[in-house]
């Protein structure tokens, strides 16, 4: 079985400060991973996965993340947040073998201020 | 236009009662899922079918059941509706089953159960 913790329930930032927010997993066989963003009254959109190769993903709207396989995290990072990014983010785990279900953390609201 | 659309957006209904979601989806994807969101913003896949076929079902009560017309619709109905099934339903899709793939998310349907 597959788990995913997010630290944060909340991290509250100024615009253009850098922020991180962190998604630690666990599972007996090795992973898949996906950070979505969930914006207000809206589905969710991915920002970026891991699945094999380079550990420093890179993904939409100036996000990275970097795959730490020692310390089973998938820490999400952008050096400087607008208030546009004001959302809810969500790590999320799939196993790379049978069909895609996906194991969701519970996640992390970035509220942005200026 | 929507990629996944899903209707309708809100909905207010008495315990007992029945009720569908329909869900569409023009990416031409062959895999379509619904998962569903608690108060607390839990995300956690409910069913998911491949061209038709149900291929995942979670421990979901037999009240929830879902439909496939075709490969482009996934609607869900839920009978005798209970106060505890009040949530958000996000129906998704994407190219196939596999896991490496990105998970396109409709919008919600908020459901409210009195």
């Known amino acids: 079985a597959q788990s995913v913790t997010q630290l944060d329930s909340q991290v509250p930032v100024f615009e253009e400060a850098p922020v991180e927010l962190r998604c630690n997993y666990s599972?007996?066989?090795?992973?898949?991973l996906f950070w979505y963003v969930q914006y207000p009254n809206q589905g969710l959109q991915l920002l970026l996965k891991y699945l094999s190769g380079s550990t420093l993903v890179k993904g939409i709207n100036g996000f990275e993340a970097e795959f730490n396989k020692s310390q089973t995290s998938f820490h999400l990072r952008k050096p400087s947040v607008h208030i546009s990014d004001t959302a809810e983010y969500f790590c999320a785990v799939s196993s790379p073998s049978g069909y895609s279900t996906l194991t969701f953390g519970k996640g992390t609201m970035l509220l942005v201020s200026p | 236009d929507t990629a996944v659309s899903q209707t309708p957006k809100y909905l207010v209904t008495q315990m007992g009662n029945d009720k569908s979601i329909k869900c569409e989806q023009n990416?031409?994807?062959?895999?379509m899922y619904w998962y569903k969101q608690d108060s607390k913003k839990f995300l956690k896949i409910m069913f998911s079918?491949?061209?038709?076929?149900?291929?995942i079902n979670e421990t979901v009560p037999n009240r929830f059941s879902p439909k496939s017309p075709d490969k482009a619709h996934l609607n869900l109905h839920i009978n005798s509706l209970e106060l505890g099934d009040s949530a958000v339903y996000f129906c998704a899709s994407s190219q196939d089953a596999g896991p490496r793939n990105t998970i396109y998310f409709g919008e919600g349907s908020w459901l409210t159960v009195v």
């Open positions: 599972s007996s066989v090795s992973v898949y």
């Open positions: 079918y491949n061209n038709k076929e149900l291929i």
């Open positions: 990416l031409g994807h062959d895999t």
